[in-house]
C-alpha cells in the first residue's frame, strides 16, 4: 500500500512559479513510477508529468513540456513537480499518483492516487 499526500498548491499570478510536492509512505516507494495529473472544471483528468523509479526518465505533456519539471527524491519519499511559467489555461487540481514499476501516462493503470491539490493562475 502507498499512500499519497501532496501540497503546494495555492493562488498564483500568470508567470508566477508554483512547486508541488507529493509524499508518500511505504518502504518501496523506490520501486513506483510516480506521475503528476491535473483535472480542471468539466474537463477529464489529464496526464502532465511523469519519473520513473529510479529517476533516470521523464516525460511531460506538450502543454507543459518547458515549463515544468518532476523530481523525485527517494531517499525522502517524495516526488515534485515545479511549475514556472504558469498560465490560466494551467488552473486545475493537480493529482499525483504511484504505480508499480512501470511508468505510463494513462491514469487508468495508476493503483494509487492522492487527494489533489488546487492550483488557480489568474490573468
Known amino acids: 500500500q502507498v499512500q499519497l499526500v501532496e501540497s503546494g498548491g495555492g493562488l498564483v499570478q500568470a508567470g508566477d512559479s508554483l512547486s508541488l510536492s507529493c509524499a508518500a509512505s511505504?518502504?518501496?516507494?523506490?520501486?513506483?513510477?510516480m506521475a503528476w495529473f491535473r483535472q480542471a472544471p468539466g474537463k477529464e483528468r489529464e496526464f502532465v508529468a511523469v519519473?520513473?523509479?529510479?529517476?533516470?526518465?521523464?516525460d511531460y505533456a506538450d502543454s507543459v513540456k518547458g515549463r515544468f519539471t518532476i523530481s523525485r527524491d527517494n531517499a525522502k519519499n517524495t516526488v515534485y513537480l515545479q511549475m514556472n511559467s504558469l498560465k490560466p489555461e494551467d488552473t486545475a487540481v493537480y493529482y499525483c499518483?504511484?504505480?508499480?514499476?512501470?511508468?505510463?501516462?494513462?491514469?487508468?493503470?495508476?493503483?494509487?492516487w492522492g487527494q489533489g491539490t488546487q492550483v488557480t493562475v489568474s490573468s
Open positions: 499518483a504511484a504505480q508499480y514499476g512501470r511508468s505510463s501516462i494513462r491514469p487508468g493503470e495508476y493503483n494509487y
Open positions: 511505504g518502504r518501496t516507494f523506490s520501486s513506483y513510477a
Open positions: 519519473i520513473t523509479w529510479s529517476g533516470s526518465y521523464t
